[in-house]
């Protein structure tokens, strides 16, 4: 127990020094994403909004790109990259949803967050420090 007690504190510890180690940069100009600007388009496949199974969210330090304005109702796979120098994580909010993905995301990670959306708003943020007020938001919209 005191061994587990111990490990707790040390990767909690090193989670917050390496948050608070990692500055801010500037956001890179080029192809218009949803909620913000990015350098260049994920790579790998493109998401299948119409069948509604993947869209891709691109993390970056001070912003987060979706590529769609609007989605279908239904089940959906949130991929998130982490394109940034920072730990991000990425916790959705809307009509009867509220998740984060299961784990942070190292830069140059991938990870996954599933959920099913009626129609309606979403918020999608970085709940880590003050990510979400230095830009770390978007809103996606669900519609038919």
């Known amino acids: 127990m005191k061994n587990r007690s ?3 504190v040390l990767v909690l510890i090193s989670a917050v020094l390496l948050v608070v180690s990692c500055g801010g940069r500037e956001k ?3 192809e218009t994403w949803l909620g913000q ?3 260049t388009a994920p790579t790998g496949t493109q998401p299948d909004v119409a069948a509604g199974t993947t869209i891709i969210v691109m ?3 001070g912003a987060i790109a979706v590529r769609e304005e609007a989605v279908p109702p239904g089940p959906i796979v949130f991929t998130i990259e982490n ?3 920072e730990v991000h994580n990425i916790f959705l909010e809307g009509p009867g949803v509220q998740r984060a993905a299961d784990r942070s995301v ?3 990670e991938t990870t996954s967050l599933d959920a099913t959306l009626a129609e309606g708003s979403y918020v999608m943020y970085c709940p880590m420090l003050d990510h979400r007020e230095k830009g770390e938001e978007v809103t996606i919209n669900v519609a038919r």
């Open 6 to 8: 111990l490990l707790f």
């Open 28 to 30: 890179p100009e080029g």
């Open 37 to 39: 600007s990015t350098e």
């Open 59 to 61: 993390l970056q330090d």
């Open 83 to 85: 394109r940034g120098t």
């Open 106 to 108: 190292a830069p140059n």
